[in-house]
């Protein structure tokens, strides 16, 4: 098959200044999966787990060089693209690099149109390349997801008909899309259809278009979707809703692949289709069968193959990787700094239900992307998170209470305006060693989030050492 991956590349960036990790996260996202690390022992773990298929690399690091990572790389059976980052005018550590098999070096502070060149140029190049951009919109990697899109691509290039179940939210017209986009129907149509939202006296004229005088109103023709669909992909969204004396039609017209506009009189009217059906259902129609409301004829027309979308709850390794997808598709579109989320916020984020799925989760995401600046706290989340326990919870864990204590000599008068002076010093100097602790932000971020000008916040922290 010559279709590409169906996942954004993963690039692992190895770094230990937090504001690179912030300008790539800004720069790259929501093109490529990006991964963050802070040091070269930890890059060397993460190489294992995620297996990327580019490493940005940072040569002057504590403990472990970007060097040193390298020869370790070398030393494995990983064929991995390496861009190391180089201070200006360090020639020679950029040449040492690439005699090592670093693909290509970026010079510090790099502009931002070279760093993405040189990436799209490695992964180009690489043994392994993966497509750089999303495909429909789908952004997963939990084995849950690969799954089915091990599926998709089994039977998306036949012509079989493909039922996909799954709750609200789960992304069922994107694979429908992504079915039609690697069949050989892809030249040609694709044409929704929600069966949910059209009403069922307008349902009928919809699917099969009507001819002048079929009803008040009608006054010249109008084409069907079918129609539309003719030689591409007909998608039946949410088709539990077809009342039965539709159901019905719809079967006579999938065994027939014949139908008549409505009000049609002549012989001549009859229209004869070449269409691929792609249906999609939140309920199970198994179910709906026993009930009466769906037609088991019509059931194993229609579900050639069955595909059963995961809810977010069951792949919750893919709930970080999506929330930075969305922050980041909304603060660029807008032009705006890169978001930090705290940890409150992230435990908050991780353990919610999402009853609404990833539609749900786009939604929030965009809503906090849009109102929120710096570092997002639990009171930053929408009302409804808001209102959940778990935010007491994390609000709780984000708490950090300061004990001090001092001696007094009550045998000698007291300075008391000294003694305010130096508790106040300290106090500064606790709060700023707990935000550093809790918060992984730059001096001038830090010092945004303290609300003091930079210049004080080293001053106290020099007053500290």
């Not at 200044?17 to 912030?22: A, E, F, S, T, Y």
Request: net charge neutral.
């Amino acid at each position: 098959m010559n279709y590409t991956s169906h996942y954004p590349a993963k690039i692992l960036v190895i770094d230990d200044m937090p504001g690179i990790h912030q300008v790539i996260n800004f720069l790259l996202q929501p093109e490529f999966s990006i991964h963050a690390v802070h040091s070269g022992k930890e890059a060397l773990e993460k190489v294992k787990v995620i297996s990327p298929d580019l490493i940005l690399l940072d040569l002057v690091m504590p403990q472990m060089s970007g060097i040193e990572v390298l020869r370790q790389l070398q030393q494995t059976d990983r064929d991995i693209p390496v861009i190391i980052f180089t201070a200006y005018g360090s020639v020679d550590s950029a040449v040492q690099a690439i005699k090592l098999g670093a693909t290509d070096y970026i010079e510090k502070p790099f502009e931002n149109w070279k760093l993405e060149q040189a990436i799209r140029e490695a992964l180009k190049k690489s043994k392994n390349p993966h497509r750089v951009s999303l495909r429909n919109g789908i952004i997963g990697e939990s084995p849950q997801i690969q799954k089915v899109w091990e599926l998709v691509e089994k039977y998306g290039p036949t012509d079989l008909p493909i039922l996909l179940h799954g709750e609200t939210g789960t992304g069922k017209e994107l694979f429908a899309r992504a079915i039609h986009e690697i069949s050989k129907r892809k030249r040609e149509a694709f044409v929704p259809i929600d069966c949910s939202t059209i009403p069922d006296l307008l349902l009928e004229s919809e699917i099969f278009g009507y001819e002048r005088g079929a009803f008040t109103g009608a006054d010249g023709s109008k084409p069907g979707r079918l129609a539309w669909a003719d030689k591409g992909t007909l998608f039946l969204d949410e088709i539990s809703n077809l009342p039965l004396h539709s159901q019905a039609k719809l079967l006579r017209l999938i065994q027939e692949r014949q139908y008549v506009p409505l009000g049609a009189r002549k012989a001549g009217d009859v229209k004869t289709i070449d269409v691929r059906f792609v249906g999609a259902s939140n309920a199970d129609l198994t179910q709906e069968i026993h009930r009466g409301t769906f037609r088991e004829d019509l059931y194993y027309r229609i579900a050639g193959v069955c595909i059963e979308l995961p809810p977010l709850r069951e792949r919750r390794g893919d709930i970080q990787l999506l929330m930075r997808h969305f922050i980041g598709k909304y603060r660029k579109k807008d032009e705006r700094p890169p978001l930090e989320l705290s940890d409150a916020v992230m435990e908050v984020l991780l353990s919610y239900h999402w009853p609404g799925n990833v539609r749900e989760l786009e939604q929030t995401m965009g809503a906090i992307a849009l109102a929120a600046e710096g570092v997002v706290l639990p009171k930053d989340l929408p009302p409804n998170l808001q209102q959940s326990k778990l935010v007491s919870k994390a609000e709780s864990q984000e708490q950090v209470k300061l004990e001090l204590s001092f001696g007094l000599d009550l045998t000698h008068p007291i300075d008391l305006k000294q003694v305010k002076e130096q508790v106040s010093l300290e106090v500064e100097g606790r709060i700023i060693a707990e935000a550093k602790k809790w918060l992984s932000l730059n001096q001038t971020e830090l010092a945004k989030f303290l609300g003091i000008d930079p210049k004080t916040l080293r001053r106290v922290e020099k007053g500290q050492s």
